[in-house]
Protein backbone atom coordinates (compact mmCIF):
# COMPACT_ATOMS: atom_id res chain seq x y z
CA UNK A 1 0.00 0.00 0.00
CA UNK A 2 1.42 3.25 -0.90
CA UNK A 3 0.64 6.76 1.34
CA UNK A 4 -1.54 9.75 -1.04
CA UNK A 5 -1.85 13.33 -0.94
CA UNK A 6 -4.05 15.85 -3.36
CA UNK A 7 -2.61 18.93 -4.32
CA UNK A 8 -4.55 21.97 -2.64
CA UNK A 9 -3.75 23.81 -5.64
CA UNK A 10 -4.96 23.40 -9.68
CA UNK A 11 -2.77 22.45 -12.89
CA UNK A 12 -3.34 24.18 -15.75
CA UNK A 13 -6.23 22.40 -15.89
CA UNK A 14 -7.84 22.98 -13.44
CA UNK A 15 -7.62 19.58 -11.93
CA UNK A 16 -5.93 18.84 -8.42
CA UNK A 17 -3.61 16.29 -8.99
CA UNK A 18 -3.31 13.17 -6.69
CA UNK A 19 0.45 12.08 -5.56
CA UNK A 20 2.21 9.17 -4.30
CA UNK A 21 4.09 10.94 -1.08
CA UNK A 22 7.43 9.71 -2.75
CA UNK A 23 6.37 11.26 -6.54
CA UNK A 24 9.16 14.00 -7.02
CA UNK A 25 6.14 16.35 -8.03
CA UNK A 26 4.49 15.91 -4.82
CA UNK A 27 3.83 19.77 -3.69
CA UNK A 28 4.09 21.64 -0.44
CA UNK A 29 0.31 22.40 -0.08
CA UNK A 30 -1.01 19.00 -0.38
CA UNK A 31 -4.17 17.11 1.91
CA UNK A 32 -2.84 13.73 3.11
CA UNK A 33 -5.57 11.26 1.47
CA UNK A 34 -4.05 7.90 3.48
CA UNK A 35 -3.11 4.28 2.70
CA UNK A 36 -4.52 2.97 -0.69
CA UNK A 37 -4.01 -0.20 -2.38
CA UNK A 38 -4.07 1.70 -5.67
CA UNK A 39 -4.14 5.11 -7.16
CA UNK A 40 -7.20 4.99 -8.48
CA UNK A 41 -8.94 4.43 -4.70
CA UNK A 42 -6.76 7.48 -4.04
CA UNK A 43 -8.18 9.85 -6.69
CA UNK A 44 -11.97 8.48 -5.71
CA UNK A 45 -11.29 9.76 -2.22
CA UNK A 46 -9.66 13.01 -3.36
CA UNK A 47 -12.82 13.40 -5.74
CA UNK A 48 -14.93 13.42 -2.22
CA UNK A 49 -12.97 16.47 -1.30
CA UNK A 50 -11.89 17.92 -4.91
CA UNK A 51 -14.88 16.55 -7.48
CA UNK A 52 -11.89 17.99 -9.92
CA UNK A 53 -9.07 15.49 -8.69
CA UNK A 54 -6.72 13.19 -11.29
CA UNK A 55 -3.97 10.98 -10.76
CA UNK A 56 -0.24 12.24 -11.78
CA UNK A 57 1.02 11.40 -15.23
CA UNK A 58 3.96 10.24 -13.20
CA UNK A 59 3.34 7.94 -9.52
CA UNK A 60 -0.56 7.49 -10.73
CA UNK A 61 -0.62 6.66 -14.47
CA UNK A 62 -2.75 4.32 -14.02
CA UNK A 63 -5.21 6.94 -12.61
CA UNK A 64 -4.14 9.70 -14.89
CA UNK A 65 -7.24 10.58 -17.51
CA UNK A 66 -6.18 13.82 -19.14
Known amino acids: MDLYYVHDGVDNEGQHEVH ?3 CFKLPNDKTYLGYYSNSKE ?3 KAKSIYPNS ?3 YHCCRDAHTR
Request: one cysteine or more; glycine letters at 12%.
Open 54 to 56: DGC
Open 20 to 22: KDS
Open 42 to 44: AVA
